[in-house]
DNA sequence: AATTCGTGGAG
DNA sequence: TCTCCAAGAAT
């Protein structure tokens, strides 16, 4: 197929790529890109997996330690599940990680799209990986549009299905995701240097903005994402911060009690007779 | 089903 | 500067 071809002679020498890599390695890496860009992640990944090399290890890690690992890679949630993660994987499967869609499916942190691609990059499985990259290879080469729907359709689902049966599985999806990374990208795709030029839709109608409109993103500057995100440095950088440290993270009085209560709510943060801080235990 | 959840790079 | 968007998941 010509979406392999190319990505036999274009793949990035990502680390989690490399022949070595164990399934826990693949399902460290997907959870890290989760909305986080692959540059970010590279040097993040490869700091996490010289420390808990396994899920073991990981299981066995204080919470406060997987939080500060994590720092600066954004929703540091997805460390809290990744850890929870982890002692499911020792509790039920033998410190392994399972091979089957549903059983990874059943994982904290893991969704649909993450169950398909370690499924599918891990084991080699014919999983049906739908990422933002490869809906909007589809959207444009198949379907002729510039973008992707907000929200994944049955159409788009049976689409890729279809395609994933007739060619062969897992290299076929990361193939077509690295094209959407590299090639097909959301700005200003490079239609030049694309192995599917010939025959794409959306290029031959002259690249039109016909995509669906997507709403704006939130702006970030003064949202309680970024109150959540500095009180949570605070209380890392200072084990027993208490009101003067958290004031000074973040100075809206309203804003930082929503902001500290939802870090509560969502156990990243712990009240202790010393002032707050992380969680030791999960 | 629509919201919420971080952070940084690129245009 | 400001806007967009990035290998999504949970609720």
């Known amino acids: 197929m010509l979406v392999i071809a190319w990505f036999d002679a274009h793949r990035r020498d990502l680390p989690w790529r490399a022949p070595d890599v164990t399934p826990w390695g693949v399902l460290v890496s997907e959870c890290m890109l989760q909305q986080t860009q692959v540059d970010r992640v590279v040097p993040r990944w490869q700091a996490w997996m010289h420390e808990w090399p396994t899920p073991a290890a990981l299981a066995q890690a204080p919470v406060a330690d997987v939080l500060r690992a994590w720092q600066g890679l954004g929703y540091p949630r997805r460390a809290l599940r990744l850890h929870a993660t982890a002692c499911a994987l020792v509790d039920t499967w033998g410190g392994q990680v399972p091979e089957s869609e549903p059983d990874l499916r059943?994982?904290?942190g893991v969704g649909s799209y993450t169950?398909?691609?370690?499924?599918?990059?891990?084991?080699?499985r014919p999983a049906v990986v739908l990422d933002t990259n490869i809906r909007r290879v589809l959207?444009?080469?198949?379907?002729?549009?510039?973008?992707?729907?907000?929200?994944?359709t049955r159409d788009e689902l049976q689409l890729a299905a279809g395609l994933i049966d007739e060619h062969t599985g897992a290299a076929w999806s990361a193939a077509v995701m690295e094209l959407g990374a590299v090639v097909c990208t959301a700005?200003?795709?490079?239609?030049?240097?694309?192995?599917?030029a010939h025959r794409c839709a959306w290029l031959a109608a002259g690249r039109p903005d016909n995509g669906p409109v997507r709403r704006a993103q939130a702006r970030f500057a003064g949202s309680d994402r970024q109150a959540r995100g500095a009180l949570l440095r605070a209380v890392s950088a200072a084990e027993g911060a208490r009101a003067p440290e958290l004031a000074r993270a973040w100075a809206d009085a309203e804003q930082r009690e929503r902001a500290l209560a939802g870090l509560l709510a969502d156990g990243l943060v712990v009240r202790?007779?010393?002032?707050?801080?992380?969680?030791a235990q999960h």
Not at 139 to 152: E, L
């Open 272 to 279: 202790t007779p010393a002032g707050y801080a992380l969680p």
């Open 115 to 124: 169950a398909a691609a370690v499924s599918a990059f891990a084991f080699g």
């Open 106 to 108: 059943a994982l904290p």
């Open 139 to 152: 959207a444009r080469a198949w379907t002729g549009v510039a973008g992707p729907k907000a929200h994944q």
């Open 187 to 196: 700005r200003s795709p490079h239609c030049d240097q694309c192995p599917l």
